[in-house]
């Protein structure tokens, strides 16, 4: 999944995404645009090995889902369009929000995921979350 844009909107009653102005309001304007596509069920990825990384403004993050094969990363409601994935990268100026990674990483971490992530001060040490808050 390296290289594309994911929102990871899973709860917009959650004050992670209000505080941002994301709301469904705003959501149904984006997808009226074609901009998005939103679906109430949510949206997965399927097929992943043991493990995986994302990145998070370059901020490599490794997910150890419990399975070998055949396990899925749950995505939440929204995906940008193709249309949308241009527009992020063209217009977009936007900054990494280290509020919204802990949110996602917790969200994660219920799902009963292990994540880890190269610490920001050095190259080398791995650090695993857990459920408490990161620094």
């Given amino acids: 999944m390296q290289g594309h844009l994911i929102p990871l909107i899973y709860d917009l009653n959650h004050e992670v995404y209000s505080d941002q102005g994301i709301t469904l309001p705003a959501l149904k304007a984006l997808e009226a645009t074609g901009l998005i596509s939103v679906a109430p069920a949510g949206y ?28 899925q990363l749950d995505l939440g409601h929204v995906l940008l369009t193709d249309k949308g994935k241009a527009q992020a990268v063209a217009n977009c100026d936007v900054q990494s929000n280290q509020r919204f ?18 610490s920001e001060n050095s190259d080398l040490a791995i650090f695993p979350f857990s459920s408490v808050a990161f620094e």
Wanted: hydrophobic share 35%.
């Fill in 44 to 71: 997965v990825k399927k097929g992943f090995g043991q493990h995986t990384r994302l990145f998070y403004f370059g901020r490599p993050t490794k997910i150890r889902f419990p399975e070998e094969a055949g396990n």
């Fill in 101 to 118: 990674y802990e949110y996602v990483i917790e969200k994660w971490f219920q799902q009963g995921l292990v994540m880890s992530s190269i």
